[in-house]
């Protein structure tokens, strides 16, 4: 019994947290007026934004699932998809800019299919590289888009200068995949150093010479598979299409007519926010929906209801992949 009792246990811990969570959301919102936006809702809106989340998530997963098949090692794509719920679960509802599941990543690859560490690394390196170009791509894109609406004009030299720090660090992953195509290591470069600093600490070594190994792994698979690392590039842009098409979709659903441009716009600020060092964006990402619908000439309200049915949806898949880390994901 105590091994069920443990699992229901942490089932109601992670249903807790969730509603806490939508508690927290829905708090200070005001409720009439997005209860009548959310009210336009019919369940095949509901069902078509829920279809096309799906979609992304299996781009997302595409990406890695290419990755790995590149090195030869053949695995099913479908078990993937619920190693990426669990990994988005562990990166959405921790401190930080949407990371913090990768080595779930590294264990799943590991355990479930008996790759080692160094090459299940390397491929979890690759994938967080791609993730983050494709991000840059659409933060230019999406940078174009605020220049073209004047929220830059409007809002001062202040979120200017914020905005100069934030295109230096995203600079890192095209840099990075130029070194490791060059056949320079930066991460094992930090790792030497480390270790030479704290030689009398041993259970640094062993990480550090994983990844070591990992990134010249990752250097090797840049040079030799240059196919299927555009092919990983590309599934990234479509995924963001994807967000872009359901961020509209749930705007013209709840009766906020934008623009393609001011769509960008919107996921952007949402994207921007989700960096900030708080789980799940706590209180950031509905402040960046207030800013970015007000800014284009709406209510508060639908601000606070593009955040609503954003968290909904997130809690609910995220909800989804602390299940299945909980009970644990088997691939026969």
């Not at 979609?55 to 794509?77: D, E, H, N, Q, Y």
């Not at 809002?155 to 934030?166: A, M, R, W």
């Not at 995220?318 to 994901?329: M, W």
């Amino acid at each position: 019994m105590k091994p069920k009792l443990r699992t229901w246990l942490t089932r109601a811990f992670w249903l807790g947290l969730l509603g806490g969570l939508l508690y927290w959301a829905l708090r200070f919102a005001p409720l009439n007026e997005i209860w009548a936006s959310l009210r336009r809702l019919q369940l095949w809106q509901i069902g078509l934004l829920l279809v096309l989340n799906l979609g992304v998530i299996a781009c997302m997963t595409m990406r890695w699932w290419i990755i790995v098949r590149a090195g030869k090692a053949s695995l099913p794509f479908i078990p993937l998809m619920g190693y990426r719920l669990s990994v988005f679960a562990l990166s959405y509802f921790t401190p930080g800019p949407q990371v913090g599941g990768e080595p779930l990543q590294v264990v799943y690859l590991q355990r479930n299919h008996g790759l080692t560490y160094a090459r299940a690394t390397a491929a979890v390196i690759m994938d967080k590289l791609l993730e983050f170009l494709g991000n840059i791509l659409f933060l230019a894109l999406g940078l174009i888009a605020i220049f073209r609406l004047g929220w830059l004009s409007s809002s001062g030299l202040q979120l200017t200068g914020s905005l100069i720090p934030l295109a230096a660090i995203l600079l890192w992953p095209p840099t990075h995949i130029a070194l490791l195509y060059n056949e320079r290591y930066p991460l094992s470069g930090l790792a030497r150093a480390v270790k030479s600093r704290l030689p009398a600490v041993p259970w640094i070594h062993t990480p550090a010479r994983l990844l070591i190994v990992a990134e010249r792994m990752a250097g090797t698979f840049t040079r030799r598979h240059i196919g299927a690392l555009l092919a990983s590039l590309g599934v990234s842009l479509l995924a963001w299409a994807g967000m872009v098409t359901e961020y509209w979709l749930m705007a013209s659903f709840t009766g906020i007519s934008i623009s393609p441009w001011q769509s960008v716009a919107g996921l952007t600020s949402m994207q921007i926010a989700f960096m900030a060092p708080l789980p799940a964006g706590l209180g950031v990402v509905e402040a960046s929906q207030v800013f970015a619908l007000t800014a284009m000439g709406f209510s508060t309200a639908a601000g606070l209801t593009m955040s609503l049915l954003m968290r909904g949806r997130d809690i609910l898949f995220g909800g989804v992949g602390l299940l299945l880390a909980s009970n644990g994901i088997s691939v026969k």
